[in-house]
T-cell receptor, first 114, second 113 residues
Framework: EAGVVQSPRYKIIEKKQPVAFWCNPI?????LYWYLQNLGQGPELLIR????????DSQLPKDRFSAERLKGVDSTLKIQPAELGDSAVYLC????????????FGPGTRLTVL | QKEVEQNSGPLSVPEGAIASLNCTYS??????FFWYRQYSGKSPELIMS????GDKEDGRFTAQLNKASQYVSLLIRDSQPSDSATYLC?????????????FGKGTLLTVNP
C-alpha cells in the first residue's frame, strides 16, 4: 500500500512570493489533514477535510493561506504571499475517517522563505 | 486551549537501559492518547495508543495512562541506538473537538552504544 505522497519535498522562495504544496493521501482515506511543524515543535493542525469539505479550518491563517481538496482525493495548500515566519515543514496526513485514531503522515515539504 | 506538555530533553540513556518519557495534558475531557516517533528529517510515526487507565505493552514499549493525574508516559525497555529519535505525545478528544489531535513539543531521546 502506497503511503501519503507529498511534493515538493523542499522549496526555497523569496518573501512575498506564492507557493503551493500538493498531497495525495492513502487510497480510501476520507480524512485529510494539513499540519505545520516548526523546528523543535510538534505538528499543529491547519485544516482537516472530510472528503471535499473543510470541516475544521479554525487554525488556518485565511488572509494568506488557502487549501482545496477537489474530488475528495488530492489536496493543495497555498500560501500567498509568503512571509519569513512561514518557514517550516508542512505535513499532510490522512486517515480512514475523522474518528480513526491512526493518522498516516507524508514525508512533508520543507519550506524556506528568504 | 488544550495543552500537552513534554520535557524537551535531550534524554540520554545507555544502550540496554530503560528510557522513560513523560507527558501531561490540560484537558480532563481528553479521551485518546498517542505516542509518535519522529526520526530527524522524517515524518511522525504512530507507535503506541492508549485509551484507559493503566499500562499497555507492545514489545519493548509500554504506555502508561493516569487520567486522574492527567499524565501519560512511555517506557522503552532494552533501549537501542535505533530508538534515538524525538518522541511526540499527542492527545485527542475533549475541549469541543473529538477529532483534533494536539501534540506536545516532543522529547529528544539519544541512546548511546
Amino acid at each position: 500500500e502506497a503511503g501519503v505522497v507529498q511534493s515538493p519535498r523542499y522549496k526555497i522562495i523569496e518573501k512575498k512570493q506564492p507557493v503551493a504544496f500538493w498531497c495525495n493521501p492513502i487510497s480510501g482515506h476520507n480524512t485529510l489533514y494539513w499540519y505545520l511543524q516548526n523546528l523543535g515543535q510538534g505538528p499543529e493542525l491547519l485544516i482537516r477535510y472530510e472528503n471535499e469539505e473543510a470541516v475544521d479550518d479554525s487554525q488556518l491563517p485565511k488572509d494568506r493561506f488557502s487549501a482545496e481538496r477537489l474530488k475528495g482525493v488530492d489536496s493543495t495548500l497555498k500560501i500567498q504571499p509568503a512571509e519569513l515566519g512561514d518557514s517550516a515543514v508542512y505535513l499532510c496526513a490522512s486517515s480512514y475517517h475523522s474518528g480513526a485514531d491512526t493518522q498516516y503522515f507524508g514525508p512533508g515539504t520543507r519550506l524556506t522563505v528568504l | 486551549q488544550k495543552e500537552v506538555e513534554q520535557n524537551s530533553g535531550p534524554l540520554s540513556v545507555p544502550e540496554g537501559a530503560i528510557a522513560s518519557l513523560n507527558c501531561t495534558y490540560s484537558d480532563r475531557g481528553s479521551q485518546s492518547f498517542f505516542w509518535y516517533r519522529q526520526y530527524s528529517g522524517k515524518s511522525p510515526e504512530l507507535i503506541m495508543s492508549i485509551y484507559s487507565n493503566g499500562d499497555k505493552e507492545d514489545g519493548r514499549f509500554t504506555a502508561q495512562l493516569n487520567k486522574a493525574s492527567q499524565y501519560v508516559s512511555l517506557l522503552i525497555r532494552d533501549s537501542q541506538p535505533s530508538d534515538s529519535a524525538t518522541y511526540l505525545c499527542a492527545v485527542k478528544g475533549g475541549g469541543g473537538s473529538n477529532y483534533k489531535l494536539t501534540f506536545g513539543k516532543g522529547t529528544l531521546l539519544t541512546v548511546n552504544p
